[in-house]
T-cell receptor, first 107, second 123 residues
Framework: DIQMTQSPSTLSASVGDRVTITCRAS??????LAWYQQRPGKAPKLLIY???TLETDVPSRFSGSGSGTEFTLTINSLRPDDFATYYC?????????FGPGTKIHMK | QVQLVQSGAEVTKPGASVKVSCTTS????????INWVRQAPGQGLEWMGW????????NYAQNLQGRVTISADTSTSTAYMELRSLRSDDTAFYYC????????????????WGQGTLITVSS
């Protein structure tokens, strides 16, 4: 299976900050990478797929980049409802695996 | 709008089986595959498996192979996930989630999710 890692595991930030999360794959996944946001008690929400394509209705302050084995999710000008946990997911393989998550909490 | 509605929470004993349903609406069920993902309390997301709603083909996570069965009933637009020989570490929220794309030969991220079903395994 393709293994996914994320850094950092937790991130302390303030409203208005720019934050970046990194996701790495154990082998090349080209651009077959998605990012999800999960708020407490809720199902995950798809934000970005194909590494950089914004899902419908996702605000433009979210952006993704990368290819191969290293990817980033950037949130510009953090808003109160962005404090959540973010997961990357590879779908290059039938056995779609998630990263361990990055929790953004308020400083 | 597209909805995936799951069955309710269950408490069950070690060694038993559980079957969770995921009833879909407002789209053509056989166009998009359905996945199951679980999340132990306070933990991350674990993909469990996938079913093609077009032909019933399945893929399962290797660590669950032999204990999990995913099925689909096209007449009711409902997918099911059955997990057998339950252990305490199977206690988790179980989610169904729809493939973003419709080509049955491709793999996709998940655009619509059910609300989650809490399965508690306890003696």
């Amino acid at each position: 299976d393709i293994q996914m890692t994320q850094s950092p595991s937790t991130l302390s930030a303030s409203v208005g900050d720019r934050v970046t999360i990194t996701c790495r794959a154990s082998q090349s996944i080209k651009n077959w990478l998605a990012w999800y946001q999960q708020r407490p008690g809720k199902a995950p929400k798809l934000l970005i797929y194909e590494a950089s394509t914004l899902e419908t209705d996702v605000p433009s302050r979210f952006s993704g980049s990368g290819s191969g084995t290293e990817f980033t999710l950037t949130i510009n000008s953090l808003r109160p409802d962005d404090f959540a946990t973010y997961y990357c997911q590879q779908y290059a393989s039938w056995f779609r695996t998630f990263g361990p998550g990055t929790k953004i909490h308020m400083k | 709008q597209v909805q995936l509605v799951q069955s309710g929470a269950e408490v069950t004993k070690p060694g038993a089986s559980v079957k969770v349903s995921c009833t879909t609406s407002d789209y053509t069920f056989t166009t998009y595959g359905i996945n199951w993902v679980r999340q132990a309390p306070g933990q991350g997301l674990e993909w469990m498996g996938w079913i093609s709603t077009q032909n019933g083909n399945t893929n399962y996570a290797q660590n669950l192979q032999g204990r999990v069965t995913i099925s689909a009933d096209t007449s009711t637009s409902t997918a099911y996930m059955e997990l057998r020989s339950l252990r305490s570490d199977d206690t988790a929220f179980y989610y169904c989630a729809r493939d973003l794309g419709s080509y049955s030969g491709g793999t996709y991220p998940f655009d619509y999710w059910g609300q989650g079903t809490l399965i508690t395994v306890s003696s």
